[in-house]
């Protein structure tokens, strides 16, 4: 009969029984063929957006964001900085709410937007169809120009001192006078080629519009609110009375046209670049 | 052929430059034989970072038993052990481009494989059971500690090498997991206190309190297969 050694057994004897523990080599070659298909599949499949910046993959990421970024970023300063030229769409209403706090001009507003009502007035801002109608008329009164072109430029310039536009105006009119029968498209572009570089199409665009077409269609009206919104926050004094002037007075086709670039439609604004 | 030339060229690049900048910390490395093996992984790992992918093969050649015998080990389940090697390696595969020559590869490998390993361990902790691979009783190592434990032969040698495999493993997973992978790694693995220090990334001091308190509790745990 076989009997044990007397040597002796420790625990480091006994751990090393686990280094005999071997699979067979049929499971070598099981092994073989599945990690070749997960490392087919670990080169094809794309990872998650985590293990990529995991990998040093977040600046790569952030270039493809780049795009989408600066796009926002591009139209929160927008809305956002403060602009001292204004533009086009925000004009008047950035017009009448820095010239809230000055009575002068707010009374200068009053009357541009008083006389402006009767010429159904489109692209071209009131005050300066005002001085135009002013020299057609001939009405003695160069006075009487002056004083619409002073009164007006608080209300054409947007930032800028009231008193250079003025100038600039009143420098305008005579050679609008000597023009004598020039239209007044023509009248117009000089007078607002010196100050807002507005081009002749835009007066030209002004037509008569027929009451229906003056109507407002519902899906359309969440846009034009939308849209005001935007511009009064853009004006930096959103006081209430400034938004609501605007909606007001902002004529048809430019609120179409800002509607189109804007892209309100129904309940939702998609802004094109 | 110009993937080819620009990879040969890449892998030129490297070993010119690279040699100078990352020389590995032969301090970490304790045997000459380690320290060889060591530079042959690092040129492999430079061949795959500039581009040969199947230079990756060689590395899985060279360690695919080892890393599979300290998950198995570990784990104490032959199905999910060669799943998670497989993983282990899918994973070097993928952060290879990342691994720089500050610690030999083996060691950034069983450091991959042992928190994949401790992962899922965590993740299995009420459902794990063991599936363990034959004991090869004719191994130099295993038939020495069994002869000295047992007079029998025949199929009652083999049922007590089964019912030994079986206490063995059984006490391993008693240990906790921090306890169980010292353990496997230093004593079925062969690796020293600093290498499982690396690996485990703690000091050497935390490595050999370990293994005291893992070695007090397996001796209780093994008491009647001891011989003194």
Redesign the interface.
Known sequence: ?????Q??????????????????EA??A???R??RE??LA?LLRS?PWWQRWA??GFWPALGRLALPVGAIGLIAGLFLVPRPNGEEAAGPALALSSTENVPVAVVAAEMVAVAAEGVAVAAVPAPALEAAAAVEERASVEPVALAAAEAVSPAVTVGEPAAAPARVAKDALPAAWAAGGQTETLVAASLLGGTKRFEPRASNARSVVEPLQQMVPPGERRGTRILTAMVAAGAGENGPRASERFASRLSEERLYDQIERFGARGAGVNVRF | MVFRFAARGAAAFASAVIPAAKVLPQALIASPERRQEADADREIVLRVQAGEVAAFDALVLRYRERVYGVVYNLIGNREDAADLTQDCFIKAFRSIHRFQAQAAFFTWLYRIAVNSTLSQLRRQRLRSFLSLDQLDTEAPVAKEVIDALTDKSGADRATFAQELQEKLNDALQRLSIKHRTVVTLFEIDGLNHQEIAEVMECSEGTVRSRLHYAKQQLQAELAPYLRR
């Open positions: 009969m076989k009997r044990p050694s040597r002796p057994v420790s625990l480091e004897d006994l751990l090393r029984l686990k280094r005999a523990e071997r699979p067979p499971f070598w099981d092994f073989d599945g990690l997960k490392q670990a990872r990998d040093g």
